[in-house]
C-alpha cells in the first residue's frame, strides 16, 4: 500500500508546490501542527525554569 505524504501537510494541500527550501525551515505535517497547537492552547510555560505545574508539563 503507497502512502500519499502529500497529504499530511496542509500547505501542500492548498497550492501546487514543490518545497525544496527544507535547509532553513521544513513544512510541517499536519500530526506535528496539531501537536504543537495543543501544546501552547493547554501547556505553554517556560520549561526547565520552574517548579509550578505547566513549567513541569512543559519540561516534561
Do not use: C, W
Not at 31 to 41: G, S
Amino acid at each position: 500500500m503507497k502512502h500519499n505524504y502529500r497529504e499530511d501537510f496542509p500547505i501542500l494541500q492548498k497550492r501546487e508546490l514543490i518545497y525544496l527550501d527544507s535547509a532553513a525551515t521544513s513544512q510541517k505535517p499536519r500530526q506535528v501542527i496539531e501537536a504543537m497547537t495543543h501544546f501552547y492552547e493547554s501547556e505553554n510555560a517556560n520549561p526547565m525554569r520552574g517548579l509550578y505545574e505547566l513549567s513541569v508539563q512543559a519540561t516534561e
